[in-house]
Each structure stands twice: as structure tokens, then as C-alpha cells.
């Protein structure tokens, strides 16, 4: 299974974008990678997936806010979220699956705040 190492978050003004990234320290071609995200007191939630083709799906709370994509080369994902508001205060984690099991991050602190 491979390791993961998020980065990109921070504090962001409301209404203000950010770009994630999940580093993997191997090949990540033909992985099933995601981006979850837990805030203080709530479950830990699905916030966007794509599969090893490119098919990408996205929760209801960030669709039209947000672009996930993978750079197979760079064994790297990627998540472009904008307009971003309170709500979306979280820890982000980053995910990867395969028949041999799922492999998670460390997570990287998003605030939202002005």
C-alpha cells in the first residue's frame, strides 16, 4: 500500500479558493484516490473521487466548487476547490484503494475565516 502526504492547506478567506495535493510514494495508476474531510465534531465525509480511468464524482456540498484530478506520472492528486465558505472548515484527508486495501493520509488543516 502506498503512503500518502497531503498538503496544501491553510487559512483561507471566505470566498477565497485553494489547491490540495496528496503525494503518493509509489504508483498510483491504477488506484481509486479520493478526498475526504472531517470537521470538529462531524463524521469523516466523502468530498471527491476518481477512479483509475478519470471518472471523478463529487458530494452534493462541493459540486460546482470544486476539481479533482490525478497526475499519474507524478503519482500526485490534486483538488482545486473555490468559493469556499465556513462550512468547509476541515481537516482533508487524502485517500487511496485497491483490492489489496485503502491507504489514508495525515490530513492537512483547511480554515475558512476572515
Known amino acids: 500500500q502506498v503512503q500518502l502526504v497531503e498538503s496544501g492547506g491553510g487559512l483561507v478567506q471566505p470566498g477565497g479558493s485553494l489547491r490540495l495535493s496528496c503525494a503518493a510514494s509509489?504508483?498510483?495508476?491504477?488506484?481509486?484516490m479520493a478526498w475526504y474531510r472531517q470537521a470538529p465534531g462531524k463524521q469523516r465525509e466523502l468530498v471527491a473521487d476518481i477512479t483509475s480511468s478519470g471518472v471523478t464524482n463529487y458530494a452534493d456540498s462541493v459540486k460546482g466548487r470544486a476539481t479533482i484530478s490525478r497526475d499519474n506520472a507524478k503519482n500526485t492528486i490534486y483538488m482545486e476547490m473555490n468559493s469556499l465558505n465556513a462550512e468547509d472548515t476541515a481537516v482533508y484527508y487524502c485517500?487511496?484503494?485497491?483490492?489489496?486495501?485503502?491507504?489514508w493520509g495525515q490530513g492537512t488543516q483547511v480554515t475558512v475565516s476572515s
Open positions: 485517500a487511496a484503494a485497491s483490492l489489496a486495501g485503502r491507504s
Open positions: 509509489g504508483s498510483i495508476f491504477r488506484l481509486y
